[in-house]
């Protein structure tokens, strides 16, 4: 890839390119909707990501290009910029923005992008591209800054100049994966534990339903709100902060505060998800991968049945996972409603998974997923 990007980068500019950056995309492997109530997430790094080559110039521009869109952008250098409508190039320069607005010099430069995650799936190619552009400007320019740092600077990015309402596990686990390792993380507190991850005679599928995610932003919303109720209603009788801070025995306990069934529903999938993340950590602790995949498909149920965050064309890809004896887990991945499902496929069978599932789906939904497979690979590096 580092090959084919330094090629287009000399038909483009007609020079090498100076340095060349790889940041991986991330998937959830479980922990889904429980970030915002005070839950672990447990993302990892994939090794689908964005590829950045980069080299100064003296023209006094940022000339941005990728190879993912046809709409470049050149803009004046070392000066902030106003978001330039739904340009991709919004996400880089965000990032340039903070560099600025915090004293450093960025003199001109021109870029080139490529990703191979498929974009607005779920797998975080924005987070992705925030991360690349931080990470090597950083670098190259050796602006000092630790990754925390980067991974809040790439969700201001991402809340204040895209626009979005999302919490910083994407960036965080951007940054911080490595290979063969998932992250249990806090997303309040920032705490997090790398766990080892030893699929043996597995792999990742990661299958794009190809349903763009409409509904996602608004259910979002909807979700956060309801949870919101659940706890309110909750600390009347206990003095409650998030509902992780539950188990399920308390939440039994104290339910009749919870007239309306749908809250309490939501109330359960959060607590019972945030514990099947610290039994799904113990599993892969004992390397008991059976038992995490059985942990997969539970969550996937919780959140088709309770929180109700599914949609026909997630469940079909699961309902068909359910049939294939080469799979031992999976799960939608991501807030829903579209995006991505993950599997655990034992090896060998990548062909054969992709052929039956695909017949399997298009005869459903009408339009065919699309199936990648992945390893679990490592944050950010300089090629
Ligand atoms: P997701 O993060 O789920 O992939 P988003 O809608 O959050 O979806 O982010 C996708 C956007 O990020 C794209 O529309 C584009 O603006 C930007 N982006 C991601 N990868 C690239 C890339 N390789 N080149 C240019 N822009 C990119
Ligand atoms: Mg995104």
Not at 280 to 293: I, P, T
Not at 371 to 378: D, K, L, R
Request: charged share 25%; hydrophobic share 40%; aromatic share 10%.
């Amino acid at each position: 890839m580092k090959i084919e990007l330094t090629q287009k980068f000399i038909e483009l500019y007609h020079k090498n390119p100076d340095s060349v950056y790889f940041t991986p995309g991330r998937v959830n492997l479980i922990g889904e909707h429980i970030d915002y109530n005070g839950g672990l997430v447990m993302p990892c790094a994939i090794t689908l990501g964005t590829w950045l080559a980069i080299s100064p110039n003296n023209n006094g521009e940022y000339n941005m290009s990728s190879l993912n869109f046809e709409n470049n952008l050149t803009v004046e250098a070392s000066k902030t910029h106003d978001k330039n409508g739904s340009h991709w190039a919004n996400y880089p320069i965000g990032i340039i923005n903070e560099f600025l607005k915090d004293g450093k010099d960025i003199p001109g430069l021109d870029f080139l992008f490529f990703g191979n995650i498929p974009i607005g799936s779920g797998l975080s190619s924005s987070a992705s591209i925030e991360i690349a552009t931080a990470f090597a400007l950083n670098d190259y320019f050796n602006l000092g800054y630790d990754r925390v740092d980067l991974v809040k600077m790439a969700k201001r990015v991402e809340n204040d100049f895209i626009g979005l309402n999302s919490g910083i596990m994407d960036q965080f686990a951007v940054a911080f994966g490595e290979k063969d390792k998932a992250i249990v993380l806090d997303c309040e507190t920032l705490k997090y534990k790398m766990v080892d991850v030893d699929l043996g005679n597995y792999v990742l599928a990661i299958i794009n339903t190809n349903k763009p995610r409409e509904l996602a932003d608004s259910k979002y919303n909807e979700r956060v709100a309801e949870c919101q109720t659940a706890l309110t209603l909750l600390n009347k009788e206990i003095t409650l902060h998030y509902l992780c801070e539950l188990t399920a025995e308390k939440l039994a306990l104290h339910s009749h505060l919870i007239e309306d069934e749908i809250i309490l529903n939501r109330a359960t999938h959060v607590i019972k998800e945030n514990d099947r993340v610290h039994q799904a950590a113990k599993a892969l602790n004992s390397v008991d991968l059976e038992e995490f995949g059985r942990l997969m498909y539970a969550s996937h149920q919780s959140l088709r049945v309770l929180y109700e965050v599914s949609g026909k064309e997630l469940d079909t890809v699961v309902d068909y996972c359910l049939t294939d004896e080469h799979v031992i887990g999976a799960r939608m991945t991501g807030a829903g409603f579209g995006g991505c499902a993950i599997a655990l496929l034992e090896k060998g069978f990548e062909e054969d998974f992709a052929k039956k599932l695909t017949d399997y789906y298009v005869n459903q939904i009408g339009y065919p997923a699309a199936i990648y497979i992945s390893e679990i690979g490592n944050g950010p590096i300089k090629l």
